[in-house]
């Protein structure tokens, strides 16, 4: 079932070129960063694409380690990363992908003289088809 807020433990590793973070709970899931306000940004973006992946997938979600369960190694942290999903799903769900479409030459001609935009003509007649009454 879909959460709008998850809380994860991450895992901020400081070295010398800059902290990587893991989430124990979210295997794959590496942002890094060079400053913390950036790795914490960061953990929460990347993070959220790796729920709403999940989400996608039908995947379970897992339950967050309690922070006092946490294996810490020398120089690592851990912080408690908040996602607040609706707006990732909000933003993913209405980001823009390019398709190739194939049309004759004649009408790509007729249209780009007339100063057609052929994305908001492609969306617009996508969406009367879509969402026409149904009889």
């Not at 991450?10 to 124990?24: H, M, T, V």
Request: proline share 10%; aromatic share 8%; charged share 25%.
């Amino acid at each position: 079932m879909k959460k709008d807020l998850y809380v994860y433990p991450a895992l901020f590793d400081y070295a010398d070129d800059g902290i990587s973070i893991e989430f124990p709970d979210l295997p794959g899931c590496l942002p890094c960063a060079k400053t913390t306000e950036d790795a914490v940004h960061n953990a929460k973006e990347a993070a959220a694409l790796h729920l709403y992946g999940m989400e996608q997938d039908g995947d379970p979600i897992p339950e967050p380690t309690p922070v006092e369960q946490l294996s810490l190694e020398p120089k690592q942290i851990p912080i408690l990363i908040e996602v607040y999903m609706p707006q990732y799903r909000e933003a993913i769900d209405n980001s823009y992908v390019r398709k190739n479409v194939t049309i004759p030459r004649w009408l790509e001609q007729a249209a780009t003289e007339k100063g057609i935009n052929f994305s908001q003509v492609l969306q617009n007649a996508l969406k009367a088809h879509i969402f026409q009454a149904q009889p």
